[in-house]
């Protein structure tokens, strides 16, 4: 009899995988070489009964696997070599040594590889783990460097990541150092063996509308890689002054070359990547404060296209020489009564790709309970609704009666559902 197949989740956090597409995901290599290591190595897959032979497994079962396969091969004897070998006519001797390089690169190829998993920070010093728990590599930096993704999680922390394709994962670090004497704000992509493969500096200086100069650092707000069609990749890069409100989208090759970029005059905090009209190409979505406007914003890029500076009502806010912007899309989010009361600006909380519809939440009266709200939009970025928290509705009375807002809730409740467009959607 076949096992069961575990829930999707098990106590210890591991995840199912129902495929051998996503068993290849996790292992960061082809779907063909899992097949191979589960014939050759012994993989750990468990099939279920049925006509099409679907397999399964769990993260767990293959971290253990990689470490004992790891564990195996260091403990392999190595071969005797003859002393007195057999003489061989030289045809022969060539033939033997195709054979045994074709034995070689396939071994070679089905033999996994101890990739970059986790890591920590000792002062200055990186130190990045593979996935059997053995050190890999460290990497001193000049200073010890900021992480901001350790008090805020909208900041992106390093991770993991097959920046090529090539099915090894790279290792990105966002460095930031603010120290007396250095002021750096860069995106590190390591190879497998902890060598710098590329390091790009992010943002540049820009000037503003009334003359001020937003020179670097700036620091990664998010990044996540990008499907452009015809089997080309790119990395996404969103970053932020470090004090200001200038925000950098950037555009990378797989080796680290800027191929182009858009600026926002307010921080862009969260990014999706998703393919949003099925063409085989990714879009950027994109939400954050529009400084120039006190508002939340929704900014769709195709990153084949995207280039230039978000348009601004306010010239005090627009970013000099930068060209003029080309969007997919621009959105402002409408603001409540209760939250233009309390702050100058709403505080983006949260964009999620919700089944068809992207969802935006913002936070309007923070410490409030139901001070939120969440804004919806079709796949095709048409404006669905804006619905807000349980609890709003008595926040709202209790301010109105407390003479702090100047409207009825039936005209809170529509004005609510009036979004102002900036860029029309356009495909």
Sequence with gaps: MSPLPPSSETSTGDRRLDSWKEVAAYLRVSVRTVQSWESHRGLPVHRMSGPKGRIWTTTAELDLWLAADARRSQAEPV??????????????????????????????????????ASYRLEGNVLVVSGVSGHELWRYAFDARPMQPWSNDPNHAAPAPLDVDGDGIREFLFPLWLQTPNVHQGRLICFTNSGKVKWDFSLGRS?????????????????????????????????????????????LLSPEGQLLRQYWHSGHLSHMIVTDLNSDGKDELCLS???????????????????????????????????????????????????????????????????????????????????????????????????????????????????????????????????????????W
Aim: net charge neutral; proline share 9%.
């Design 79 to 116: 071969p005797v070599i003859p002393s007195r070998p057999a003489r061989i006519a030289p045809r022969g001797l060539l033939a033997l040594g195709l054979v045994g390089l074709g034995i070689f690169l396939i071994a070679w190829s089905l033999s996994p590889v101890d990739q970059v």
């Design 206 to 250: 820009v000037t503003s509308g009334k003359g001020e100069q937003f020179a670097p650092p700036y620091v990664v707000w998010a990044y996540a890689p990008v499907r452009l069609g015809s089997g080309r990749t790119a990395l996404a890069v969103s970053s932020h002054h470090n004090y200001e409100y200038p925000g950098q989208v950037a």
């Design 288 to 426: 954050g404060i529009a400084n120039g406007y006190r508002r939340i914003a929704l900014v769709v890029l195709d990153p084949n296209r995207m280039r230039g500076a978000s348009a601004e009502k306010d010239p005090n806010y627009r970013l000099l020489g930068l060209g003029a912007p080309v969007e997919m899309a621009r959105f402002l989010l409408p603001r409540s009564s209760p939250g233009a009361r309390t702050l100058d600006y709403a505080i983006p909380a949260e964009l999620t790709l919700q089944g068809s519809e992207l969802m935006l939440s913002s936070l309007e009266v923070p410490g409030e309970h139901g001070g939120a709200l969440s804004t919806y939009f079709g796949l095709d970025l048409q404006f669905h609704r804006t619905v807000p928290a349980v609890g709003f509705e008595s926040q709202f009375r209790r301010m109105a009666a407390q003479g702090l807002v100047p409207t009825t809730w039936e005209q809170e409740l529509s004005s609510l559902q009036r979004i102002e467009i900036l860029t029309a959607p356009n």
